[in-house]
């Protein structure tokens, strides 16, 4: 039974560059969240996606975006890079909005 | 005021001592709550949720006072592999979006 699975583990981007990072939830999960974790401090609530739709969405800027597929797979986009976007960037799965999350290994994101 | 807070450590301990973290949250109306592990450049897993009347999980104790809006994570007999930053998660009533704390580092020495 796979867990969360998230593409690529590393990457580095030149400022004002776009990316775009994959997650595929653990079976049986059909909501997919994604967060940004810089050093030292805790996950932040990018949004979350049900039903192929953004539920809810953190303090972020429009530059970032998001998509879930119909099998619940899930990609989160990033436009126009800073340098403050460097982090590791989590997706998180579960069976449900509400329920508890399990979260993919991460991609680390550098910004040069 | 931050939704969720932690004291950020470290907390530095030697083996088989007991040691405690307190996370306070804002939102009175906050009704899931839960203790993550994040080892080093890892992502975080599930450690316990934390029940109204208190759970224990080996040794591991998770407590929770509605009142003073706080949650605690009791470890005792700490091992080397305890090492790691426990993050304290709330869930606000009706968002369904888990909300972090910034972690609390915990360094076990022999």
């Not at chain 1, 909501?31 to 969405?57: D, H, K, N």
């Not at chain 2, 996370?23 to 599930?46: G, H, I, M, V």
């Not at chain 2, 109204?52 to 929770?64: H, I, K, P, V, Y």
């Amino acid at each position: 039974d796979a867990g969360v699975t998230q593409s690529p583990t590393h990457l580095i981007k030149t400022r004002g560059q776009q990316v775009t990072l994959r997650c595929s939830p653990k079976s049986g999960h059909d909501t997919v969240s994604w967060y940004q974790q810089a050093l030292g401090q805790g996950p932040q609530f990018i949004f979350q996606y049900y039903e192929e739709e953004e539920r809810q969405r953190g303090n972020f800027p429009d530059r970032f975006s998001g998509h879930q597929f119909p099998n619940y797979s899930s990609e989160l986009n990033v436009n126009a890079l800073l340098l403050g976007d460097s982090a590791l960037y989590l997706c998180a799965s579960s069976s449900g909005p509400g329920n508890t999350i399990y979260f993919g290994e991460g991609s680390w994101l550098t910004v040069v | 005021r931050k939704e969720v807070e932690q004291d950020p450590g470290p907390f530095n301990v030697p083996e088989g001592a007991t040691v405690a973290f307190n996370c306070t949250y804002s939102n009175s109306a906050s009704q899931s709550f839960f203790w993550y592990r994040q080892d080093c450049r890892k992502e975080p897993k599930l450690l316990m949720s934390v029940y109204s009347s208190g759970n224990e999980d080996g040794r591991f104790t998770a407590q929770l006072n509605r009142a003073s809006q706080y949650i605690s994570l009791l470890i005792r007999d700490s091992k080397l592999s305890d090492s790691a930053t426990y993050l304290c998660v709330v869930n606000k009533g009706g968002s369904y979006i888990p909300t972090f704390g910034r972690g609390t580092s915990l360094i076990v020495h022999p």
